[in-house]
């Protein structure tokens, strides 16, 4: 009985270690994403970060959701990450709204999105 219970007891302990710690993280870029084309480059960009669960973009809200485990990575490091790629991200407040600037653009590829 005391070898089961000191079983047991290992096996949460090594379950309550390996627990991960999802955290989420809503930031809006500068300069603004536009298109899908600044969507992609955000998403493959983050996907092999370590640490990322998950990257959800939003033209129309300017945003870009980032879920991750906080035991592989800080908030502070995935945005420092976004500068390596030609952008700067900012950690947006509980609630608050981004206004989308105006765009045009110069430059379309085949697809009809623009190349900017």
């Known amino acids: ?4 219970l000191m ?3 290992m096996a949460m302990v090594a379950t309550a270690m390996t627990a991960k710690d999802i955290r989420t993280l809503v930031v809006t870029t500068n300069p603004q994403m536009h298109c899908k ?3 992609n ?3 493959n960009n983050l996907k092999d970060v370590k640490g990322i669960k998950s990257v959800e973009t939003s033209v129309a809200d ?3 959701t ?3 485990d906080a035991k592989k990575t800080s908030e502070e490091q995935l945005i420092q990450t976004f500068e390596g790629f030609g952008f700067k991200a ?4 509980e609630g608050e709204k981004v206004v989308r600037e105006a765009h045009e653009c110069k430059e379309k590829s085949a697809g009809g999105d623009c190349k900017e």
């Open 37 to 39: 084309n600044c969507e």
């Open 62 to 64: 300017q945003t870009v």
């Open 1 to 4: 009985m005391r070898k089961f």
């Open 90 to 93: 900012r950690k947006l407040a």
């Open 66 to 68: 980032i879920q991750y």
């Open 7 to 9: 079983m047991l007891l």
């Open 41 to 43: 480059r955000v998403k």
